[in-house]
């Protein structure tokens, strides 16, 4: 069974930056990709970014484009999010999922392990 755990989030002030981590086990080899969504009090679920395992390409939402960098360490089987300039409207848990295939993908249907999440608050 697939275990996701991530870690790193917390409170900071508008314009600064948090780095996630998200550790996957459970899996000795790991080809699906991977994303991180987020979810703000009242809310859905949205996506945030994803990246391949294989060749690390990824993909980001617009409202984090440029401002977010997603990376994964093949040895380690880990996913960093870094999250620069952030905005109060980046407040929300995080959560980190593995997807039913390697191509990536926006969906919250298309990930099949998720992490319990972490919270990451940006005040003003």
């Known amino acids: 069974q697939v275990q996701v755990v991530e870690s790193g989030g917390g409170l900071v002030q508008a314009g600064g930056s948090l780095r996630l981590s998200c550790a996957v086990s459970?899996?000795?080899?790991?080809?699906?990709?991977m994303a991180w969504f987020r979810q703000a009090p009242g809310k859905e679920r949205e996506f945030v970014a994803a990246?391949?395992?294989?060749?690390?390409?990824?993909i980001f939402a617009d409202t984090v484009k440029g401002r977010f960098t997603i990376s994964r360490d093949n040895t380690k089987n880990t996913v960093t999010l870094q999250m620069n300039s952030l905005k109060p409207e980046d407040t929300g848990v995080y959560y980190c999922?593995?997807?039913?295939?390697?191509?990536?993908?926006?969906?919250?249907?298309?990930?099949?392990?998720w992490g319990q999440g972490t919270q990451v608050t940006v005040s003003s």
């Open positions: 999922a593995v997807a039913r295939r390697i191509y990536l993908s926006r969906p919250a249907a298309d990930y099949e392990s």
């Open positions: 459970g899996r000795t080899v790991i080809t699906n990709s």
């Open positions: 990246i391949t395992w294989n060749d690390g390409r990824a």
